[in-house]
């Protein structure tokens, strides 16, 4: 069921293999029994969980570039985007960063048979390493504005839908419109090298 839903809504957009459905679905399982006990997520609903997380970070990994690189999520959470982007970009180095320890314990567990993610159970200020490219998900910008900077150029934001003038620092692409919803949008850009 969560296999045949996340690939209908991702028909025409971005195809799945069957091992990477899968991998997707043991995600959702195991964050389904955490959430019991572990406020991991708000939603519930299987397919408001399929759309919103799966095929948004989805998204976001096919509009990364083969080459992509090395990849850190800030604020990870229960994974969003890092682990989709992880089981559809095998080749990239994924760090998950969650300031939050028991959601970073998730995080461990979610990610123990995906051998190109990490997790740094720390504040994404205190991250001493640099990336390739930055991603972030329902994470307020001016909140990691000045840190993302520090960590890599590049970056995509899942984010409501923002005029990107209004996210000074960086140049960024016009606004590519989410498939699923009204106002969510991915924002992909670089750090302004302009003083």
């Known amino acids: ?12 957009i971005c ?4 091992a990477q459905a899968g991998r997707m679905r043991q995600h959702y399982e195991l964050l389904s ?3 019991r006990v572990l406020n991991l997520t708000r939603v519930h609903d299987l397919e408001e969980a399929v759309e919103r997380h799966y ?3 989805v998204f976001a990994a096919c509009h990364l570039p083969s080459d992509a690189g090395s990849i850190v999520d800030i604020g ?3 994974g969003f985007p890092g682990i989709p982007i992880a089981v559809m970009r095998p080749q990239s180095p994924v760090v998950l960063v ?3 320890q028991r959601k970073a314990a998730f995080l461990k567990e979610a990610t123990r048979d995906l ?4 997790v740094l159970g720390q504040r994404v200020e205190d991250v001493a390493e640099y990336f390739d490219w930055a991603v972030s998900r329902a994470v307020s910008f001016a909140d990691i504005a000045s840190t993302v900077k520090k960590l890599a150029d590049r970056v995509e934001l899942l984010i409501g839908e923002v005029q990107p003038s209004d996210l000074p620092g960086f140049v960024w692409r016009p606004p590519i419109r989410l ?10 850009g670089g750090v302004s090298r302009e003083t």
């Not at 498939?179 to 992909?188: A, D, E, M, T, Y």
């Open 1 to 12: 069921m969560f296999e045949d839903l996340l690939r209908a809504k991702l028909s025409g």
């Open 15 to 18: 195809d799945l293999s069957e």
């Open 33 to 35: 029994r955490w959430n």
């Open 55 to 57: 095929c948004e970070s």
């Open 76 to 78: 990870s959470g229960a």
């Open 98 to 100: 969650e300031s939050h």
């Open 115 to 118: 051998l190109n993610v990490r």
């Open 179 to 188: 498939p699923w919803g009204q106002r969510r949008v991915l924002l992909i």
